[in-house]
C-alpha cells in the first residue's frame, strides 16, 4: 500500500514515526507539509506554498479580520454549532482571503501534483482534516479514482475552527489523540499518540538532587496554566525548597529534548481549555525517566485507570511538589510506571498495530502485517462516554 501523510505543518514530530513505521512493515510511505515547520522537525517534502497562516500577507489579513470584528485569538475562540462542529467562511471577508489563496494556489498545484505523483497514492491521511481547498474539490477528485482518506484531528482544529465539512464527509475513517473531540464528532475513533522509544535514551536516576530542576512546556501559556506554575515554584523558593523551574517555550525540539533532560520532574498542564489530559511534551519526558504533573480529570481516569501521572485533578499543585521533592521512592515508582505505560499504550509499534486494526476492518489490507501479529493493541475504554 502506498500512503501520504499530508499536513499543513510538522507539529509534533509523529509524521516521521509514521512514515518509518510503515516502512518497516512493508508499505511505501511519505509525508508532505504545505508549509515550513518553526520547531525544528524534519519536513520530508515541504511544498512551501504562499500564504502561510502563521505568517506573510494571508496571517496579515486572518489578524485584521479578527480585529474588525473583534473576535478572539484561535486558541480561545468558542467551539462552533453542529455535531460536528463545522467551519464556515461566514462573512465576505473571509471567503475572500480564502478564495484567494486557492486562486493563487491553483497553477501552483497543477504543478506539484505531477511533480510529486500525488495521485498515485493509495491512502491519504490528512492532518487536522485539511487538504488544499475549502470546498474538498482535491478528495472528491481522488474518490472518484477510488483512494482511501483519513482525517486526523489535534484538537483546536475541532475545538475553535470546526471540520471542513467537504473533506469530512469525504474521509472514510476519522481519527483523533485527543480525548475531548470524541464528545463533539460522532464518527471519530481514537489512537493514542506513537513515540519512537528506540530515539530516547533514559537518564540516569537521581534521588538526591543539590537542586530539583522542574520542566514545563508551552506554546501557550494560558492553556497549560503556566502562571500558577510560576508562582507556585516561586511560593516553594521562599520557603526554602531548592528547586528551579526549566520553562520551555519557542525552543527547537532538539533543544526542548536537551532541556528536558535537565529536570527532575515535569509539569503538564494544569487547564482542560488545550485539551484534557497530556500530550507530546509528556511522553518524551517519561521516555527519558522523568515523572509527569498533569491534570487528569475524572474521564481520562476512566480512560486510562493505569496512567502514571500525578493528578493535579485531585490535589493541589503545591502539595504535589512538596510530597514529591523529597521522595525518591516515590519519584522512582513513577519513572518506572512511565516506562510501563508508554510500552503498553504508546509505542510506536503497539499504535502501529491499533492503526492497522483499523485498516483491516475498513478492508484496506486483508491480515495484519507478520511484524504486528505478535503485538497487542493498546486498550480504548470508551463507556464514560455513556455517562455524558
Known amino acids: 500500500m502506498r500512503i501520504l501523510y499530508l499536513s499543513p505543518e510538522h507539529i509534533s514530530g509523529t509524521l516521521s514515526i509514521y512514515k518509518t513505521y510503515h516502512t518497516l512493515l512493508g508499505d511505501e510511505c511519505q509525508f508532505m507539509t504545505m508549509f515550513q515547520n518553526v520547531f525544528g ?69 497543477f504543478r ?24 474538498g474539490r482535491w478528495v472528491k477528485k481522488l474518490k472518484k479514482m477510488g483512494k482511501h482518506f483519513i482525517a486526523f484531528y489535534h484538537g483546536t482544529d475541532v475545538r475553535n475552527r470546526g471540520v471542513i465539512e467537504a473533506v469530512d464527509d469525504l474521509c472514510d475513517l476519522h481519527l483523533t489523540s485527543e480525548l475531548d473531540l470524541l464528545t463533539l464528532h460522532p464518527k471519530l475513533r ?42 507556585c515554584v516561586e511560593k516553594l523558593q521562599q520557603k526554602g525548597y531548592p528547586i528551579e523551574l526549566i520553562l520551555i517555550e519557542n525552543t527547537p525540539h532538539p533543544d526542548v529534548i ?10 503538564d498542564q494544569l487547564t ?3 485539551g484534557w489530559g497530556y500530550g507530546m511534551s509528556s511522553l518524551e519526558f517519561m521516555a527519558l525517566g522523568i515523572p509527569v504533573i498533569t491534570k487528569m480529570r475524572k474521564e481520562y481516569e476512566l480512560f486510562l485507570p493505569d496512567h502514571p501521572f500525578f493528578n493535579t485533578e485531585n490535589e493541589t499543585l503545591e502539595t504535589i511538589l512538596e510530597k514529591v521533592i523529597y521522595n525518591a521512592d516515590l519519584r ?10 508508554l510500552e503498553k499504550y504508546h509505542a510506536a509499534m503497539v499504535v502501529m498495530r491499533q492503526l492497522y486494526d483499523y485498516y483491516l476492518e475498513l478492508g484496506w489490507i486483508q491480515e495484519i502485517p507478520k511484524p504486528l501479529q505478535s503485538v497487542s493493541p493498546p486498550p480504548v475504554r470508551l463507556s464514560w462516554l455513556s455517562s455524558l
Open 332 to 341: 522512582y515508582q513513577k519513572r518506572q510506571a512511565g516506562f510501563t505505560f
Open 190 to 231: 481514537y489512537l493514542y499518540l506513537p513515540i519512537d522509544l528506540t530515539l530516547i535514551q533514559p537518564i540516569e536516576f537521581d534521588p538526591h538532587p543539590k537542586v530539583f530542576r522542574i520542566g514545563h512546556a508551552a506554546r501557550n501559556r494560558r492553556l497549560k496554566g503556566t502562571e500558577t506554575v510560576i508562582q
Open 272 to 274: 482542560d481549555l488545550g
Open 258 to 267: 536537551h532541556k528536558q533532560k535537565q529536570c527532575h520532574l515535569a509539569i
Open 112 to 135: 506539484l501534483e505531477r511533480k510529486y505523483n500525488l495521485f498515485e497514492f493509495d491512502l491519504y491521511q490528512l492532518d487536522m482534516g485539511l487538504e488544499f481547498y475549502r470546498d
Open 41 to 109: 522537525f524534519e519536513d520530508e517534502i515541504c511544498l512551501n506554498l504562499p500564504f502561510s497562516p502563521t505568517k506573510g500577507l494571508f496571517a496579515f489579513l486572518k489578524e485584521f479580520r479578527r480585529r474588525l470584528l473583534n473576535l478572539p485569538l484561535d486558541p480561545e475562540r468558542p467551539t462552533p454549532k453542529g455535531f460536528p462542529p463545522k467551519w464556515q467562511a461566514d462573512d465576505l471577508f473571509s471567503s475572500f482571503i480564502f478564495r484567494l489563496r486557492e486562486l493563487i494556489w491553483t497553477p501552483i498545484l
